[in-house]
Nanobody
Framework: QVQLVESGGGLVQPGGSLRLSCAAS????????MGWYRQAPGKQRELVAT???????NYADSVKGRFTISRDNAKNTVYLQMNSLKPEDTAVYSC??????????????WGQGTRVTVSS
């Protein structure tokens, strides 16, 4: 009942930049936190960055100083600005949102994912 749609992935060269977007829709009452996770082939999904409704952020050590997470609460949208991309950043990036909807007092929704490939 809460849907997330990611966009912005693609193929970039090492050192390049990408900006990912994720928009939430549905019977949302409030969103407490949104975040980005990634999964490379053969590996488990890992946290990249999260942001709360009041702007508190958390980053994986591997992306600090290169990635920036932000959100537009009015649009229920979260962004991930990725700079100085490295080949090891290659993965499917998925958006997550947690909060309260009309029918679920504690929803935890995931988007379909967007693929990021960093290669020359």
């Amino acid at each position: 009942q809460v849907q997330l749609v990611e966009s912005g992935g693609g193929l970039v060269q090492p050192g390049g930049s990408l900006r990912l977007s994720c928009a939430a829709s549905g019977s949302i009452f409030s969103i407490n936190a949104m975040g980005w996770y990634r999964q490379a082939p053969g590996k488990q999904r890992e946290l990249v960055a999260t942001i709360t409704s009041i702007g508190s952020t958390n980053y994986a050590d591997s992306v600090k100083g290169r990635f920036t997470i932000s959100r537009d609460n009015a649009k229920n949208t979260v962004y991930l600005q990725m700079n100085s991309l490295k080949p090891e950043d290659t993965a499917v990036y998925s958006c997550n949102a947690r909060g309260t909807s009309l029918y679920d007092p504690s929803f935890d929704s995931w988007g379909q994912g967007t693929r990021v490939t960093v290669s020359s």
